[in-house]
């Protein structure tokens, strides 16, 4: 059973270009959660979706940034017309239902703007 | 939101030596975890431990919820420990999202 598999591991990217990160969850898992580690940082909650629903974006900066989860295929988290601001490592962590229960973390996608 | 605090920030152990590490958080949750982040980046899940102990072989977590704090122990350790350890909770306030502690930086030296 495959672990949550985020790809790419690294994304260069130059100032105003866009970002896309793909988040697989665990098999059977239907939640899926996006966290974002600045450098030196500890990791902050960014958004919660569920297949097609977002349940909670508070962490999400209010623009440039949107995430989704389709029907079919991984997760998306976009971001638009990067900034050097958004380096940073972005984790991915899948969860089966709501309640208690670890939420298992994938490698990270460490996202660097030139 | 609820807070996580972990101590002490940073540690520089000795190989061989046993330390704590604590977490301490505001609230009652609903799940607690320790994560052990490598120096490539990865986060390892170590326990998910919102009470009581458990070991897995040389780390081992205490969790006493009625007393809003964790322990994670490390008992002779290797330079293989080294990297940062994370405490994460998440509360029925929360909504199911896990708030981070900030961290404890842990060098092990041979």
């Known amino acids: 059973n495959a672990g949550v598999m985020q790809n790419p591991r690294h994304l260069v990217r130059r100032r105003g270009q866009e970002a896309r990160l793909r988040c697989s969850p665990m098999?059977?898992?239907?939640?899926v959660y996006w966290y974002r580690q600045l450098p030196e940082e500890g990791l902050k909650f960014m958004v919660y979706l569920q297949k097609e629903n977002i349940i909670d974006e508070s962490g999400m900066p209010k623009e440039r940034f949107s995430a989704e989860f389709p029907k079919e295929g991984p997760s998306i988290l976009r971001i638009q017309q990067v900034v050097r601001g958004d380096s940073a490592a972005y984790f991915c962590?899948?969860?089966?239902?709501?309640?208690?229960?670890?939420?298992?973390f994938g490698a990270g996608t460490r996202l660097s703007v030139l | 939101g609820i807070q996580v605090e972990q101590s002490p920030p940073d540690l520089i152990l000795q190989e061989g030596a046993n330390s704590t590490l604590r977490c301490n958080f505001s609230d009652s949750v609903n799940n607690l975890q320790w994560f052990h982040q490598n120096p490539w980046g990865q986060l390892i899940n170590l326990f998910y431990?919102?009470?009581g102990t458990k070991q897995n072989g040389r780390l081992s977590a205490t969790t006493v919820a009625t007393e809003r704090y964790s322990l994670l122990y490390i008992s002779s350790s290797q330079t293989t420990d080294s990297g940062v350890y994370f405490c994460?909770?998440?509360?029925?306030?929360?909504?199911?999202?896990?708030?981070f502690g900030g961290g404890t930086r842990v060098l092990v030296k041979p």
């Open positions: 098999k059977g898992h239907s939640h």
């Open positions: 994460a909770v998440d509360t029925k306030a929360a909504g199911n999202k896990l708030t």
């Open positions: 962590a899948s969860s089966p239902s709501l309640g208690p229960g670890g939420k298992n």
């Open positions: 431990i919102p009470s």
